[in-house]
């Protein structure tokens, strides 16, 4: 129920979950594990040159076979980054492998990112083909403020970059606000 927040320069490169941080177990599942606390990033650099994967539940699963299920988070988000490449979610940053009866309900505010960020309600990241998205739902303000966003910066309800997925029963009720006057 904490809040988080980063802040600072001259960081390494991260992996941030307010449950977990990074995960490469064979058949991890993360199982009913909720986060109320609002997550802040403020810092000037985080290791530019890499990807900085944060999320709601796991910062990142890069396992095949980890999932996420029966899980919520309710946390805030406020991104203010201007120099790191951030791939944000509200379950993982980065997901890897299946996630079922999931919630997310909160609003994400993106101050500044750097290009090719992701930031999305459930994956900011999800590089495995044929993953499922069973009775999950989103709901909450995504709100743009980054004076630089441009269409390398990927925002999305549910999943900002990801390839062949397979969503069942799953709802998004997104509220989405531009206030940057630049497509993002």
Known sequence: ???????????QTAYIGCVGGYNNTTGTTYDNCNNHGKFTLNATTIKPASFNYIGGVSGANSNNTCTIS????YGDVVL??????VRYGGM??????????????????????????????FAGYMPKSGAVIDGCSYKGTI?????D?????????????????TCRATSVEPTMVNNAGAPA
């Open 1 to 11: 129920y904490g809040p988080i927040t980063i802040s600072g320069s001259e960081l």
């Open 70 to 73: 029966n899980s919520a988070n």
């Open 80 to 85: 203010d980054a201007p120099t790191i490449k």
């Open 92 to 121: 993982a940053g980065n997901l890897g492998n299946n996630v079922s009866n999931c919630h997310a309900e909160f609003d994400i505010t993106i101050n500044q990112v750097a290009a090719s960020s992701a930031i999305g309600g």
């Open 143 to 147: 709100t743009n403020n980054d004076p």
């Open 149 to 165: 966003a441009d269409a390398t910066v990927k925002i999305a309800s549910l999943f900002a970059s990801s390839q062949n997925i």
